[in-house]
């Protein structure tokens, strides 16, 4: 299948595969879907310079959603000139971005500037906010942005040309050879089960020709990529009633996901060093958090079956 985009591999933390930038090119120079973190301007700028391209040639940056290793090059990129087109509820926080940063430094401590760099705020006048299905236009460029909470609750997909751009609602699913395998990211304080159940539907309905996931396309099965998001939402539904109950503190539900992950791993055929791929692009530590918040925001007064109570 051919496409009217290139890959650019970030090679993030010297890990291949785990954070791609997609490329597109028009008349006036080049358009991207995601920034990348800051920490890897560098690489971005190598493979935009293989391409014949500068930074100051990027014209237009689409996010999917405003978490550090998607948009946090993107005010950077705005002061190269570049306008970022974010979702309303993300928008704010490019504008400010001091809460955001507090919240993840809270998270990540002495490794923040490490992994992610510099995350500058984005001039309002290099801000466009579209919204949901408001079609954005790049020269002979169309991107349809798609609301698609779950994983955030700022979150786009973007449809060009039948393919769907993802971000993280599709899951992070590496290139593998001989096996498939899917993985939910799912960091506090916005996971959702029943939100991105309805993302999944959305982007099912819109019936792409491809699915690329930030973390890490492309992929043309796309039947099996949206059941495998389906699978996972149940699995994780049912992980939930089996050990949330109980009252797990986080390093006892860490535990328990660990294992979870693992088993999951040994169905697939997942050794170890891809095993050490994914959780550079998906830590399952982060995920144990997301769940525990999403458990005592909205299940915690269910019972082990399922049923709310009041």
């Known amino acids: 299948m051919t496409y009217r985009f290139e ?61 550090l290793d998607h948009a946090g090059a993107a005010g950077f990129l705005a002061r190269q000139g570049a306008t970022i087109h974010v979702h309303p509820v993300g928008a704010p926080h490019m504008l400010r971005p001091e809460k955001l940063l507090q919240s993840a430094a809270r998270i990540y401590g002495d490794m923040m500037d490490t992994l992610w760099g510099e995350f500058l705020p984005v001039p309002e006048e290099r801000l466009h906010v579209p919204q949901d299905e408001e079609a954005i236009v790049i020269g002979d460029l169309r991107f349809l942005p798609l609301d698609t909470p779950g994983h955030a609750y700022h979150h786009y997909a973007y449809l060009f040309e039948g393919v769907c751009f993802s971000g993280d609602v599709g899951g992070v699913r590496l290139p593998l050879r001989g096996t498939k395998h899917l993985r939910l990211p ?34 043309e099965d796309v039947a099996w990529h949206l059941d495998a998001l389906d699978r996972e939402l149940d699995d994780v539904e049912r992980f939930l009633l089996q050990v949330m109950p109980a009252g797990p503190t986080i390093e006892e539900l860490q535990q328990r996901l660990d294992a979870w992950v693992q088993a999951k791993n040994r169905h697939d055929g997942i050794d170890e060093a891809t095993h050490r791929a994914y959780e550079t692009a998906n830590p399952t530590w982060m995920s144990a958090s997301g769940l525990a918040r999403y458990w005592k925001k909205f299940r915690q007064n269910e019972g082990a079956d399922g049923a709310r109570r009041a």
């Open 7 to 67: 890959v650019l591999d970030l090679n993030f933390q010297n890990v291949p595969h785990t954070i791609a930038v997609y490329l597109f090119r028009h008349t006036r120079g080049v358009a991207l879907i995601e920034s990348g973190p800051g920490s890897t301007v560098p690489a971005l700028q190598q493979a935009l310079a293989q391409r014949g391209y500068a930074l100051s040639d990027i014209t237009d940056v689409l996010l999917t959603h405003i978490h």
């Open 186 to 219: 799912m960091p506090p304080p916005e996971f959702h089960l029943e939100k991105w159940r309805a993302s999944v539907a959305r982007l099912r309905a819109a019936a792409p020709r491809a699915i690329v996931p930030t973390h890490f396309g492309p992929f």
